[in-house]
């Protein structure tokens, strides 16, 4: 998948999440990308990033798939993905290294090029690359927005998406308490300790909804299917997106977790 244009050449990292629950995150990413200006490829060797072998302590897996990355990513201005976590991961990729090692300065190099999609729009390509486009969507939400942990405290990530918002007309942003609170899913951290997740995510759905927000927005998949399941068993009608779908005007397909709920009510 590429666009001619004269501008960056992007290297799009899909994610798991994306390419198995949530294509259209990976659509509105390429639209929004392209909509800058850069030029959009989507290299077929990526798979994961690493992080599910990382967190459980295979570091040589992770090294493997390290090295896959690498070469797949090989050769881009940059690389962006629709995860902080998933770029946060890949900022660590040179810790799986030793500094003779020829992979430790490519990881380092990949570092300086990796970007979750709302800071490069707003950090590297600049604030007004996009606003024009913005100015001409409408989604009239009660919205508030849930601060990843990883976005936020390995990447930066906590205005950039809000200022990306602002521009899109009839969004109302009302932020929860404990927005940069973690939602309890941390990748294997859920599987691990169910009962600590599962209070973190109540208490989490609890500040979702008493926001009166009709859509909870955030930047990684994982947090949102965690809070839309919550949502869902709790009967709270709240839907939950990712910012790139409401970014790139993609808000005609069901929310995250609707698809099978609309199927079973035709059945």
Do not use: W
């Not at 390290?66 to 881009?76: E, K, S, V």
């Not at 690359?129 to 990447?155: I, N």
Request: glycine share 8%.
């Amino acid at each position: 998948m590429s666009h001619t244009s004269s501008g960056p050449r992007v290297g799009l990292f899909v994610t798991c999440l994306a390419d198995m629950f949530r294509p259209s995150v990976a659509f509105a990413t390429v639209q929004l990308l392209e909509q800058a200006g850069c030029r959009v490829e989507v290299p077929e060797r990526q798979t994961c990033c690493g992080q599910p072998a990382f967190n459980s302590g295979d570091r040589q897996t992770t090294a493997d798939i390290a090295r896959q990355t690498l070469d797949a990513f090989d050769g881009y201005e940059y690389v962006v993905a629709p995860s902080g976590s998933c770029i946060g991961m890949l900022h660590q990729y040179s810790d799986l290294f030793d500094v003779s090692d020829p992979y430790f300065q490519r990881a380092k190099s990949l570092a300086a090029r990796a970007h979750e999609i709302t800071s490069f729009l707003f950090d590297v390509l600049g604030s007004s690359a996009l606003e024009a486009q913005l100015k001409q969507l409408r989604f009239e939400q009660k919205v508030t927005y849930h601060d990843s942990c990883a976005g936020l405290r390995e990447l930066g990530i906590k205005q950039q998406p809000r200022q990306l918002l602002s521009h899109i007309q009839g969004v109302e942003l009302e932020e929860m308490d404990e927005a940069e609170t973690c939602c309890g899913f941390g990748g294997t951290f859920c599987v691990k300790y169910p009962e600590v997740s599962n209070r973190m995510v109540s208490n989490k759905s609890h500040n979702i909804s008493n926001t009166d927000a009709q859509t909870l927005l955030g930047g990684d998949l994982g947090c949102l299917l965690n809070m839309a399941g919550k949502l869902k068993r709790e009967g709270k009608p709240i839907e939950a997106r990712h910012v790139v779908e409401v970014l790139a005007g993609m808000t005609d397909t069901p929310a995250i977790g609707e698809a099978d709920y609309y199927r079973a009510k035709q059945l």
